[in-house]
């Protein structure tokens, strides 16, 4: 039977074993939320890198450019990290590089060893577990964290992935299992659950309450965005 591990921070990432796995990066706060939407509202493609350097390399080549850093827009780039950002019409066929302190870096980490690398929101869980069952691979989710430490909503979301694939793989890990238990315990108000977060409260103070409660809403999208070569791009 395929297994589905959690990993809480990338920071542990080498205690897994990638090579049969695919991996599915979280950042609930904001990147995959952002990225799941990007692309569901037409964006041709996502770069996603994991230094400003290489972004702004990228953006000197003609890419619309989105630069984060500790929830801020770094001066000089096109985009912020708000999915609302990514819902212009400006940017249908477009093809975007983006960077943000936590999430991108995540997926540069898991590209190396992964068979596949995909990304994971509340926004697409529904689309992204049908995906995964039909998928011969065992499946690691990855959460982005914040700057190497666990954080709440990504563990959420590894939760809610966990319990909607419980019956096709088998949980195993307890990080798995702390999170499945963590979801089912808070599935009945998301929001309330992640109130006294770390990372909402650093949001709150940008006054963002807005994307705080948008990317804790379940299945508005069908894509599933999967890594090809360097590039994100829907599943089709």
């Not at 939407?37 to 702004?56: D, N, Q, R």
């Not at 936590?102 to 509340?122: D, E, P, Q, W």
């Not at 992204?128 to 964290?145: F, I, K, P, W």
Request: hydrophobic share 45%; glycine share 6%; aromatic share 6%.
């Amino acid at each position: 039977m395929k297994h589905l591990d959690v990993c809480l921070t990338p920071d542990l990432l080498h205690l897994h074993k990638l090579d049969n796995s695919i991996v599915v990066v979280a950042d609930i706060f904001r990147a995959t939320s952002c990225m799941v939407t990007g692309l569901a509202y037409g964006v041709k493609s996502i770069t996603p890198v994991a230094t400003v350097e290489e972004c702004k390399l990228l953006q000197d080549r003609g890419f619309i450019a989105a630069a984060e850093r500790d929830a801020h827009k770094v001066e000089g780039f096109d985009l912020d990290n708000s999915p609302f950002s990514y819902m212009n019409e400006r940017l249908i066929g477009s093809e975007i590089a983006m960077t943000t302190t936590n999430g991108t870096l995540s997926i540069a980490k898991a590209r190396a060893s992964a068979v596949k690398v995909m990304v994971g929101a509340f926004l697409n869980l529904g689309a992204l577990a049908n995906h995964l069952r039909s998928e011969q691979y065992d499946v690691l989710v990855l959460c982005a964290g914040w700057k190497g430490r666990p954080n709440l909503e990504d563990t959420l979301f590894a939760g809610a992935l966990a319990e909607a694939l419980k019956d096709q793989f088998m949980l195993r890990e307890d990080g798995t299992l702390m999170a499945q238990r963590l979801y089912n315990e808070s599935r009945e108000n998301l929001l309330a659950s992640v109130s006294n977060s770390s990372h909402v409260r650093r949001l709150q103070r940008l006054g963002i309450q807005k994307d705080i409660a948008y990317c804790l809403q379940t299945d508005l999208y069908d894509v599933v965005p999967v890594l090809r070569g360097t590039t994100l791009v829907a599943m089709h």
